[in-house]
């Protein structure tokens, strides 16, 4: 049965389920002004009131001061919470990424920039411009990575990359030379780039680090310290 109230304290949120990313809320507040609350989706609530599935709409009617309009659920709360979760549409990282880049953060303004780079895609700019793997639950509630100061360079790298390699914009190239950045220097990246031609495309970013290991210390100086890229097993 489906049920009405503007008593928002009863309402109790569940530790396990995902966490509520801003833009969602603020997507959600922008279709009900425009169209009303949909009665027939729900919050689903357990018996003591937990919040099973529609943290973000909870929020987005409290914060429009209107009646959450809920139904109880008498099943195992944590297997309906996967189940919902899974069945609702997602933002791609993109979404987020220009929800949040479109409010002035930083970070992901860059983002927002060096993704429209020849096309180089999200997932690709995010690795770019933080240094490292970005964590997902981060990306959805804003977190403000700091810059990577090769963010720039490594773009201009991988587009003289794109001339010749047909595979330049795959995620696990791109984030090798983001790898490559933090353990050479210009004249060491020079060199590679101009033997970029010969390397085929490998399986793993361990692959192409060892790759460009192996390039790096056949043209190294007699007197240089060997290059290591990749960390000993």
């Not at 833009?23 to 919040?51: H, N």
């Not at 303004?109 to 690795?127: D, G, M, P, R, Y």
């Amino acid at each position: 049965m489906i049920q009405k109230t503007k008593n928002y304290g009863q309402f109790i949120f569940l530790e396990k389920n995902r966490a509520i990313a801003k833009p969602r809320i603020l997507a959600l507040e922008k279709s009900i002004k425009q169209v009303g609350f949909i009665d027939s989706r729900p919050i689903i609530v357990s018996p003591k009131m937990e919040i099973i599935d529609g943290q973000a709409r909870f929020e987005a009617l409290k914060k429009l001061n209107m009646e959450i309009t809920y139904q109880i659920e008498y099943g195992d709360k944590n297997e309906l919470m996967v189940i919902l979760n899974k069945a609702q549409q997602s933002w791609q990282f993109r979404d987020y990424v220009d929800f949040y880049a479109n409010d002035n953060v930083t970070f992901y303004k860059k983002v927002k920039e060096i993704s429209e780079i020849k096309s180089l895609q999200t997932s690709n700019a995010l690795v770019i411009v933080a240094g490292t793997k970005v964590p997902g639950d981060k990306v959805k509630i804003g977190y403000e990575f700091q810059i990577n100061p090769f963010a720039n360079e490594i773009v201009n790298f991988l587009i003289k990359a794109s001339l010749t390699l047909p595979y330049w914009k795959t995620h696990k190239f791109v984030y090798s030379i983001v790898e490559l950045f933090k353990k050479t220097n210009t004249k060491q990246r020079d060199i590679l780039l101009k033997k970029i031609p010969t390397i085929p495309q490998q399986v793993t970013v361990s692959d192409y680090l060892f790759y460009f290991e192996n390039i790096l210390n056949k043209y190294k100086k007699k007197d240089d310290l060997k290059i290591k890229l990749i960390s000993a097993k």
